[in-house]
């Protein structure tokens, strides 16, 4: 739908990455913030996907309350320029005042080159967002190592560009009885000006970002043998093992595996940490999850400021203690008394 040039910027326009028909998991956060904010704007929110397996994808987004959904079948593997150039071809038909983007690996590519083909802001990472009432996005993101958290407004260009940290957003569940408009084209870029080598992850076990249950291990954790404990409770306890970044630092956890504002956010059901203090960085990226349980041997620790179950002791003699009561109650279920 061509739109005159002079319309206004208006709408919210969520690009969703989706490869082989699976869209990214941080879709339906990205949508639900772009729901929320089109509330408080009173404006369309719009779907636009790149990529591969678009007819199951777009079966997928049409269970979300979305006004418009525009798909582009193309090349399998992300071509950054090809695909930037995709996008920007559906902002300049659509004209929307804010464009959201995941802060994933493909979002973080793809972002600095719309803002700078359409000469406007982009703010990276924003981990809360809001409309003022001139339309302008409040997006909020931590800012000086983490210490402070800075709101940025781009008051005097259009479309305001955004990416979100995957995790941090509640996401939308999907529903019945939608019927967004959806425009699907096939486009094949005929150049491949980029060589792009895939490398499997190596790391095992589930993604942080994706577990119900984390315990995660800090500096007060004395030697990198110890960490076996903790893998051993996560296991039984049907969990993953994460870290603060300490544990990076030394070299004992992969980063993969780190919290926080340089590592990942996590929004599990519940986490239990152990031997982490609760800084500013490391508390950027748990804040959300559901329960909070924290061992320290510190009672003054910041941790215990946000912890629902604050619990001051050695780990070094609460650990063996829960593996031990876990596994008696495991083993007391596998009896089948
Ligand atoms: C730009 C920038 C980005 C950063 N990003 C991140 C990030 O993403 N994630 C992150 O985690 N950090 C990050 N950091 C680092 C951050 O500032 C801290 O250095 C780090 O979070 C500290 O990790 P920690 O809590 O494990 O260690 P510490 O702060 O040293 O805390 C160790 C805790 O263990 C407790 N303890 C000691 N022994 C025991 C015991 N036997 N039993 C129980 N408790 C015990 C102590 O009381 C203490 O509270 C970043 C820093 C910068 C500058």
């Excluded at 979300?64 to 193309?74: A, C, D, K, M, N």
């Excluded at 500096?219 to 110890?226: Q, S």
Aim: net charge neutral; proline share 6%; with cysteine.
């Amino acid at each position: 739908m061509r739109r005159e040039k002079e319309a206004p910027w208006s709408g919210i326009l969520v690009y969703v990455q989706c490869r082989r028909g699976e869209l990214h998991p941080c879709s339906p956060e990205l949508i639900g913030e772009a729901l929320r904010l089109a509330e408080q704007s009173k404006e369309e929110v719009w779907v636009l996907g790149i990529g591969s397996g678009m007819e199951k994808v777009q079966k997928e987004l049409q269970g979300y309350p979305v006004s418009r959904i525009f798909l582009y079948e193309t090349d399998d593997l992300f071509l950054p320029g090809w695909y930037a150039s995709l996008a920007a071809g559906c902002i300049r038909e659509t004209r929307p005042s804010v464009v959201l983007i995941g802060g994933t690996l493909e979002g973080r590519a793809l972002a600095p080159r719309l803002s700078v083909e359409f000469r406007t802001g982009l703010t990276a990472d924003c981990t809360a967002l809001a409309m003022d009432p001139d339309g302008n996005l409040i997006q909020t993101r931590p800012a000086f190592g983490g210490n402070v958290m800075a709101s940025i407004v781009t008051e005097k260009s259009r479309p305001q560009f955004a990416t979100v940290r995957p995790g941090v957003m509640e996401p939308v569940p999907r529903g019945k009885g939608f019927s967004p408009v959806c425009f699907v084209k096939s486009v094949f870029s005929e150049e491949k000006t980029v060589k792009i080598t895939i490398r499997e992850d190596e790391t095992k076990g589930v993604a942080i970002g994706d577990c119900r249950l984390l315990v995660a291990a800090g500096r007060g954790v004395k030697k990198k043998e110890d960490l076996e404990m903790l893998y051993h409770l996560a296991e039984i306890l049907g969990g993953e093992l994460a870290c603060s970044r300490a544990l990076v630092e030394k070299g004992w956890m992969p980063p993969e595996r780190q919290i926080g504002i340089s590592g990942n956010s996590v929004r599990p059901e519940c986490l239990i940490t152990f031997g982490i203090s609760g800084t500013v960085q490391f508390m950027a990226g748990m804040r959300q999850a559901k329960r909070i349980i924290a061992v320290n041997s510190d009672p003054e620790a910041r941790i215990f400021q946000i912890a629902h179950h604050p619990i001051c002791g050695d780990l070094y003699e609460i650990v063996p203690e829960l593996i031990q009561s876990v596994e008696k109650e495991a083993g007391y279920q596998s009896g089948g008394v």
